[in-house]
């Protein structure tokens, strides 16, 4: 039996670019075919190419370096030395690489007019014929005449021009001068009556504080968040907000079909589900502000005063809540009374009634001021956030500024917690004096004396989490009865 022969393959990388492949890819099969239209072209260009080489070939003498094509373009920039029989001499641009290879190869150029002017000749004759043609004076008002206009006859035309326009110059009033002079006037007014306003408030604040007032806002003077610098002018702007948000008190005079005890029984209902959903005290004060201010606005029936109630606590929840209940949440804790439809209907309706204004300065905001002053106690501020929702289910505290009321939350509060007097720097950031708090007071103590008609608003504060304020000032209310009159 023949010895089997030992077949060797030729190990071919496939990935390997420098190794040769005998493998035909698609790559090497689309560079090997030629297109038909092409190969005239490409037959042509070889012949020329070929020609050329010959040419050159021909005129360079033996061991020379064969020269290029004269039309190749990217031997021509290069600044290649060309031994000649003379000497080495560099090649100086193109024109002269052009003249010079003609001229060793003993063949002409071809051009359209046979001529042997080189290009950078005819480039600089081509700019001359078109400056020429610039400069040429037009007939009509087009802009070759207006460049025929700028032409000066002579030297002394122009310098006498310029003297005369200097001479007009220095004759000339100073106009710049004056307006500047105006402006820096203007400007030099308005900052001294700037000056003026600042040192008459900083006398005001001075003698505020000469008077016992403690300025508590300059321990925040370094946290940005606190505002310190604009405080006292946010306080003011909120103040004047006061009077745009206020409703009618006597609005129940022109609503034929509800009564005052049916909007404190809304309101109580309002002040469970409140509670329900754990919403912020803001929320609350904003809502029966909406109701009261669209009843003062539109007649409603009574069937629809609950839809009122659900709706402006919808509206209040997205404005001061980060994450607002749901419609359906809504709907579904008024006994689904009302469809999702008509809650959102109501709430365009509402808004709209309302000229979409939110912009109501809470109560509680002004109750955190005057708690500043008080040195930020939470039995104090516990007992004036349950005397200030008072306000809420009473409509007799609707005549007055939440401003105002929460200064009388706060005086009660440290009246029944002994807390000491009324003093000028809690005067002072609740911008109310004791005898100007005195009738806000009354109508509290007036409340707090009455048997309890609102159950969900006494439940809520008679928990230990409110420190059972209510039960606590209606004890008080009871020992002392001489603050009711």
Do not use: C
């Not at 029989?85 to 063949?107: D, F, H, M, Q, T």
């Amino acid at each position: 039996m023949p010895p089997a022969r030992s077949i060797r393959r030729a190990v071919t990388n496939e990935n390997d670019e420098n190794g040769g492949s005998t493998r035909l890819t698609r790559a090497k099969a689309a560079a090997l075919t030629v297109p038909e239209d092409g190969a005239a072209m490409v037959k042509k260009a070889l012949g020329t190419k070929r020609s050329t080489t010959n040419i050159s070939n021909a005129s360079a003498a033996p061991g020379q370096r064969k020269r290029a094509a004269l039309g190749d373009v990217s031997n021509v920039t290069k600044n290649e030395v060309v031994d000649s029989k003379e000497g080495k001499k560099a090649l100086g641009g193109k024109a002269g690489l052009v003249s010079k290879a003609a001229a060793s190869a003993g063949v002409q150029k071809i051009s359209r007019t046979n001529s042997n002017r080189s290009i950078l000749g005819a480039k600089d004759n081509n700019k001359r014929a078109a400056s020429t043609e610039l400069k040429r004076p037009a007939s009509g008002s087009g802009v070759m005449g207006a460049a025929a206009k700028k032409r000066h006859t002579g030297s002394t035309g122009s310098q006498q021009s310029i003297k005369e326009e200097k001479a007009d110059s220095e004759n000339e009033p100073p106009r710049k001068k004056v307006v500047v002079t105006e402006v820096e006037r203007v400007v030099e007014t308005k900052k001294q009556i700037f000056e003026d306003e600042l040192k008459q408030e900083e006398a005001e604040v001075k003698t505020a504080f000469e008077q016992g007032v403690v300025d508590l806002d300059a321990e925040d003077y370094d946290d940005p968040l606190m505002v310190a610098e604009y405080v006292g002018e946010i306080f003011e702007y909120l103040k004047v907000l006061e009077e745009a948000t206020m409703p009618n008190p006597d609005y129940m005079d022109f609503q034929d079909n509800l009564e005052w005890h049916l909007r404190g029984v809304l309101v109580d209902w309002l002040i469970e589900v409140h509670t329900r959903f754990h919403l912020l005290p803001e929320t609350m004060f904003l809502a029966i502000n909406i109701i009261d201010r669209f009843l003062s606005a539109r007649v409603v029936e009574l069937e629809k005063l609950q839809l009122v109630g659900i709706t402006a606590m919808f509206i209040a929840s997205k404005y001061e809540e980060v994450l607002s209940p749901h419609v359906q949440n809504f709907k579904h804790v008024a006994d689904d009374g009302f469809t999702e439809e008509e809650i959102l209907k109501a709430e365009r309706f509402v808004l709209a009634a309302l000229n979409y204004d939110l912009s109501y300065p809470n109560p509680m905001n002004f109750l955190r001021r005057i708690s500043k002053a008080d040195n930020y106690d939470i039995q104090t501020r516990t007992l004036g956030k349950y005397l200030l929702e008072v306000s809420l289910v009473d409509h007799r505290f609707m005549a007055f500024h939440p401003s105002h009321i929460a200064a009388a939350s706060m005086f009660l509060s440290r009246l029944i917690l002994e807390r000491g007097e009324w003093d000028a720097t809690l005067a002072h950031y609740s911008g109310y004096t004791e005898d100007e708090i005195k009738p806000v007071f009354r109508l509290m103590v007036d409340y707090l004396h009455k048997p309890v008609q609102h159950e969900a608003f006494f439940k809520k504060y008679a928990s230990k989490k409110f420190l059972k304020a209510s039960i606590l000032t209606r004890q008080w209310a009871k020992n002392n009865l001489q603050y009711k009159s």
